[in-house]
């Protein structure tokens, strides 16, 4: 599973919607944020990191790097 589907597997089970998350990613940064844009990002593998720890945080998660 990449991280594509990692984010929006965690999105559906903590009862969100990508709609949501940008409304909320929005709020935070005062950047806005768009369900098309968000899934995009997804898409094209083009999510930075800071943005990923805001959904990560949004929806009640820490993303850290484990060594293997």
Do not use: P
Not at 18 to 45: D, W
Not at 48 to 59: N, P, V
């Amino acid at each position: 599973m990449g991280v594509r589907e990692d984010i929006k597997t965690i999105i559906v089970q903590s009862n969100w919607t990508i709609t949501e998350v940008a409304q909320e990613m929005t709020q935070i940064t005062g950047k806005t944020y768009s369900r098309s844009n968000i899934s995009q990002k997804l898409t094209r593998k083009t999510l930075k990191y800071e943005e990923a720890m805001l959904i990560g945080q949004i929806l009640g998660y820490d993303l850290k790097f484990i060594k293997k």
